[in-house]
């Protein structure tokens, strides 16, 4: 390991990143298989993926001490501080998995099929958003990024309709069942938050700006951003005639 920490390259780091991304959308693959059957063999893979996400982690971390002295320039920089952020933030997401399976595990004889349904469909969303952020990730593509977080708006959206459900309980739901059913859509929330935020370090990666000023900039009505980029055009083919 330690041969291979001192061997690695900037470049390496981000393609363990990228695998990072991979392996925590089969873990999430894993998962919602596991709900939609309840069956325990899926939701035991999901330990085996949140272990090589642990390795994952241990590796680029010992490789970044040994790459901060030979950062050269501010590219360099966001890259390194981009692989160190995503494969953090992919160990949460794995340890969020875990949670959910222990109580899943623990639950899963006595929910209802519409918590069922509810969980399952929120684990899909979980599901894609990583699918976006690895493709996102792969190809610096920043409007999928943004994407991303849209899909997390939709997951707070379900999140929210659970807990009313749960809470408010108007349907006289049986408390230790709702307990259980609470906490695996928070965890499932948060972990669609950490995603979140491997979106928005996407978009930091490629553009150096924040994620509020892009928004600002992918939200415009569609006229404005058309208006925008025939203005641009006009003034590179006025730069143009002046040059010549």
Do not use: W
Not at 95 to 119: C, G, H, S
Not at 184 to 196: F, N, P, T, W, Y
Not at 199 to 208: K, N, P, Q, R, S
């Amino acid at each position: 390991m330690t041969d291979l920490v001192q061997s690695s390259t900037i470049a390496d780091l981000l393609a363990i990143a990228l695998h990072g991304c991979q392996l925590a959308g089969a873990a999430a693959e894993a998962l919602l298989h596991g709900i939609e059957t309840r069956t325990d063999p899926p939701l035991q893979a999901v330990f085996r993926y949140e272990d090589e996400l642990d390795a994952l982690n241990r590796q680029v971390n010992d490789a970044v001490i040994q790459l901060i002295p030979t950062t050269q320039d501010e590219v360099h920089a966001r890259q390194l501080i981009a692989a160190l952020k995503f494969i953090i933030e992919l160990e949460r997401i794995g340890d969020l998995f875990l949670n959910v399976v222990n109580r899943f595990r623990a639950a899963a004889p006595r929910l209802e099929t519409n918590d069922i349904q509810e969980l399952a469909e929120m684990t899909k969303i979980v599901v894609s958003m990583l699918r976006n952020v690895a493709e996102a990730f792969a190809g610096r593509d920043v409007v999928r990024a943004i994407a991303v977080l849209r899909e997390d708006a939709e997951l707070d959206r379900l999140r929210n309709l659970m807990l009313v459900r749960h809470v408010e309980n108007p349907e006289d739901l049986p408390v230790g069942e709702s307990y259980h059913v609470v906490f695996m859509a928070q965890i499932l929330e948060r972990s669609g938050d950490h995603v979140k935020h491997l979106a928005e370090e996407i978009c930091h990666l490629v553009t150096g700006r924040s994620v509020r000023h892009l928004l600002r900039q992918y939200e415009k009505p569609r006229e404005l951003v058309e208006r925008d980029r025939n203005r641009r055009s006009k003034q590179r083919v006025g730069s143009r005639g002046q040059a010549s």
